[in-house]
Antibody, heavy 120, light 108 residues
């Protein structure tokens, strides 16, 4: 069974940093692009970042570019999101998601999400 | 960025009804359109990819159509468990994904 389990969420002060992790199991992650998608409370979905199967390519949404870094450790079946210079508008549930097919860029498996709250 | 606009923003329907949601892209996206269902407190679930392909394990009551800029998601024989928010997502710009704002479906 495919499973994605996020961790690392919590309360962070504006300007602070947080590192999210996603443990994956039930599939060979080296064969898939992986992504982070977020959802602010009561709002819609926003794509955050993609990372290629081998980690050689990374892409970001405009709102997080130059502040967030996506990475992966295929040996440990994990995905990460390093978030720096956090702002109130970064408060959201962060989901890790598997990209079924990068040409179609559809997300076929999702974690349960981890909540990040940026507030003083 | 490619803007995705969904309509209506909310919809109320009865069990057994057939409902259709619309998603419009701000430019041509060919068939690069995916649909998701999200229930309260849950992660989104992929329903349809490539505009009309049914994701494995999803009931055939869901179907998608369209190409270019206009797309639809149709649910037939509405069931109580279909109450959710439905999102479209363009993947024409694979490296700049955008979602619609969602359509909330309420079952009367």
């Amino acid at each position: 069974e495919v499973q994605l389990v996020e961790s690392g969420g919590g309360l962070v002060q504006p300007g602070g940093s947080r590192r999210l992790s996603c443990a994956v199991s039930g599939f060979n992650s080296v064969n898939y692009w992986m992504s982070w998608v977020r959802q602010a409370p009561g709002k819609g979905l926003e794509w955050v970042a993609h990372i290629k199967e081998d980690g050689s390519e990374r892409y970001y949404g405009d709102s997080v570019k130059d502040r967030f870094t996506i990475s992966r450790d295929n040996a440990k079946n994990s995905l990460h999101l390093q978030m720096n210079r956090l702002r109130a508008e970064d408060s959201a549930v962060y989901y890790c998601a598997r990209v079924r097919d990068i040409v179609q860029a559809d997300f076929d498996n999702w974690g349960q999400g981890t909540l990040v709250t940026v507030s003083s | 960025d490619i803007q995705m606009t969904q309509s209506p923003s909310s919809l109320s329907a009865s069990i057994g009804d057939r409902v259709t949601f619309t998603c419009r892209a701000s430019q041509n996206i060919d068939y690069h359109l995916n649909w998701y269902q999200q229930k309260p407190g849950q992660a989104p679930k992929l329903l349809i990819y490539a505009a009309s392909s049914l994701q494995s394990g999803v009931t055939s009551r869901f179907s998608g159509s369209g190409s270019g800029t206009d797309f639809t998601l149709t649910i037939t024989s509405l069931q109580p468990e279909d109450s959710a928010i439905y999102y479209c997502q363009q993947s024409y710009r694979t490296l700049q994904i955008t979602f619609g704002q969602g359509t909330r479906l309420e079952i009367k």
